[in-house]
């Protein structure tokens, strides 16, 4: 029987956030109060005026697929937004892309610019899913220390 998942995505470790994540949301069931330092969520709710523009979006329609680089008049605002912000002039029709996440981001940078066999160069400590869309690719991570690497034992005894 062929295998279902590909070499290439067995290779790639989990997110050990994602892991510490799912341990601390079961101690919050069991009542324990913590403050999450795993991912890169808020600690709110989404304001109220973000859900009232999303509610407006669907009653007015807005509930079909969008371009595949997002919405021209968004991508047309972050430019805006740059330029006045940040000093920075891009076009939104060629130079901006909207994405769901920053894993998401990261993935289609790297699929768009390795190649098999190319070495990257990665910070340790580093966002993890670098490591990981560069393997996807079948590229090779090579880790450059930036301090000495902390043991993750402490990890394994929560």
Known sequence: ??????????AVQPFLGRVM????????RKGEKLIHFELGEPDFDTPQHIK??????LDEGHTHYAPNAGILE??????????????????PATQ?????????AAYLAV????????EVLITDPGYYTYKNCIQMA?????LVPL??????????RI
């Open 1 to 10: 029987m062929k295998q279902l998942i590909a070499n290439r995505v067995q």
């Open 21 to 28: 994540f799912e341990k601390a949301k079961a101690l919050e």
């Open 52 to 57: 009232d523009a999303a509610k407006r979006a």
């Open 74 to 91: 968004l991508r047309e605002a972050l430019a805006e937004k740059l330029e006045k912000e940040n000093n920075l002039e891009v076009d």
């Open 96 to 104: 901006i892309c909207v994405t769901v996440g920053s894993q998401e």
């Open 111 to 118: 699929m768009c610019t390795i190649e098999a066999g190319d």
């Open 138 to 142: 079948e590229g090779r991570p090579v």
């Open 147 to 156: 301090k000495k690497k902390m043991s993750l034992a402490w990890i394994k």
